[in-house]
């Protein structure tokens, strides 16, 4: 039997949106099919590849698991509201994070890119200056299949040093040593 259709009040992006959306519907489904707000993709559908990951007040959260009547008076966001957001806090242009992932090249097809963002986001605020441990728990539920991981870690370093003023540290995984010297 196919649930009720309901009016939900909803805190998108920094706007107050009222839609109208069937009761067992996720999130990510009102985001995508009632708001045209396609930038959270929809993957697996069960929470494991983190391609529908939004911030619920500031935190990560999937959102093909999380049902859009839960979230009522609560502030999502998105990957469309990022740069927005930026701007209305007194920034220039994108995100930082957008602006490192693209200065990085940190995708390929893009279809993980707004989630493994929206992740580091949520890393950055709560912490400018995170460990090589702490951005890997960070990312951690963010699937890439096309880039390996490398650009995305660079352009997650770029941005914590961007932030904190500080020239960006060689991670873990990264050689010190100059290429061809041996």
Request: with cysteine.
């Amino acid at each position: 039997m196919r649930g009720r259709m309901g009016v939900l009040h909803l805190r998108i992006n920094g706007d107050d949106v009222e839609v109208a959306a069937p009761s067992h519907w996720t999130l990510l489904e009102v985001l995508r099919y009632r708001l045209g707000l396609t930038g959270s993709k929809q993957g697996c559908d069960k929470g494991d590849c983190g391609a529908c990951t939004v911030l619920l007040d500031g935190k990560p959260v999937l959102s093909c698991l999380t049902l859009a009547c839960t979230v009522e008076g609560r502030a999502v966001t998105t990957i469309e509201g990022l740069l927005p957001a930026h701007v209305a806090g007194g920034g220039q242009g994108a995100d930082p994070v957008q602006d490192a992932f693209d200065r990085c090249g940190a995708l390929q097809c893009g279809f993980c890119q707004s989630g493994m963002m929206l992740s580091a986001r949520a890393l950055l605020d709560r912490n400018p200056n995170p460990s090589d441990e702490e951005v890997r728990a960070a990312l951690a539920g963010n699937l890439c299949r096309c880039t390996g991981y490398t650009q995305i870690y660079q352009a997650v370093e770029l941005a914590i040093a961007e932030a904190t003023g500080k020239r960006p540290k060689p991670r873990s995984w990264e050689s010190t040593e100059p290429r061809g010297s041996s």
